[in-house]
């Protein structure tokens, strides 16, 4: 299919994007096989960068690209930040030296545009919040670039309501939905492994949050996050620890969505769960959906979401 055909595709279309690792073994197979006519855009994990603006990883491949384009998805590469993290790490470089940030939008600007992908999901985390104006300017550079070759760029952000403010106080969510393309909104986790035991993102915490952002930043520039994985609290002395748990596998054994006794507690979401979501994107007109990610989501999750994102679902 031709670039601009897929672009214009998109443009009416509610984006149905499928988060990826960066091993690719699976991948062709999977754009070809279950994620083929259910998805639109496809996110693999193919960058993450130092505080230096140095890369740990920048992957690509020319034949995952034009697989993807050939079945009607575009690519957005997950570009991601590595690290040290925390307040104690003060501002990376590559957010507040000019010079590193120049040199680190140019060379990814240029990456971009030598894959021919349509554009990339900017996914940083875990920085102190004294640093937040510092990823809007990074943000601001970077969709700037991305714009001068005509491609997209998009900021993952953490829900702002009832969530961890040592996280979401990195993310100025009104400057970035102004700067960026869009925004996804990651609501997940509500409980993780920091929180202790609890739903991964309970219906109407997703709400709590939803309405909350869409007073921020324009409905049609968010995108939901959805998780599609869940955790294992496993009890041991005082503390709980956790592992994840795919939804394939817990749908495959037909597991309840919760489990709980005085040692271990199960919490995921289900398929159900997850297309039950799409009533908040409808509602509060929003662009479409993520999800976290292909792999440990059920494969029959992609067609629920796309039937229930179909204008005739509404």
């Known amino acids: 299919m031709r670039e601009r055909d897929i672009q214009a595709e998109l443009k009416t279309a509610p984006i149905v994007l499928a988060f990826m690792g960066e091993k690719l073994e699976r991948g062709l197979s999977a754009v070809l096989g279950e994620l083929g006519g259910n998805v639109n855009v496809v996110s693999p994990h193919w960058v993450r960068f130092n505080a230096d603006g140095t890369f740990v990883t920048k992957h690509g491949s020319m034949v995952f690209i034009a697989a993807a384009h050939e079945a009607h998805m575009q690519v957005w590469p997950l570009v991601s930040y590595a690290g040290p993290y925390g307040s104690s790490a003060g501002c990376p470089a590559v957010l507040c030296e000019s010079s590193v940030r120049d040199r680190f939008v140019e060379e990814l600007a240029q990456w971009a545009t030598i894959l021919n992908v349509e554009g990339l999901v900017l996914d940083v985390e875990n920085v102190s919040a004294n640093a937040k104006n510092d ?85 049609h520039r968010v995108v939901l996050g959805l998780a599609g994985y869940g955790y294992r609290w496993t009890k041991q ?75 005739d679902a509404r």
Not at 289 to 308: I, M, S, T, Y
């Open 237 to 311: 002395g005082d503390r709980w620890r956790t592992s994840v748990v795919t939804t394939h596998n817990m749908e495959q054994q037909a597991m309840p969505t919760q489990q709980a006794s005085d040692t271990v507690q199960v919490w995921w979401e289900s398929t159900e769960n997850a297309v039950g979501k799409i009533s908040l994107v409808q509602q509060y007109r929003l662009r479409g959906v993520a999800v976290w990610r292909h792999g440990l989501a059920h494969p029959n999750l992609w067609p629920a979401l796309r039937q229930a994102l179909a204008p």
């Open 135 to 219: 990823l809007v300017r990074l943000t601001e550079q970077l969709t700037a670039a991305m714009h001068q070759q005509q491609r997209q760029l998009w900021a993952a952000v953490f829900p702002q309501a009832d969530f961890s403010p040592t996280l979401s106080g990195f993310h100025d969510v009104t400057a970035l939905g102004g700067i960026a393309d869009g925004i996804i909104l990651m609501t997940y986790d509500q409980h993780s492994p920091y929180t202790g035991p609890g739903p991964i993102a309970a219906y109407d915490w997703v709400e709590c949050n939803v309405a909350d952002i869409v007073r921020r930043v324009p409905p």
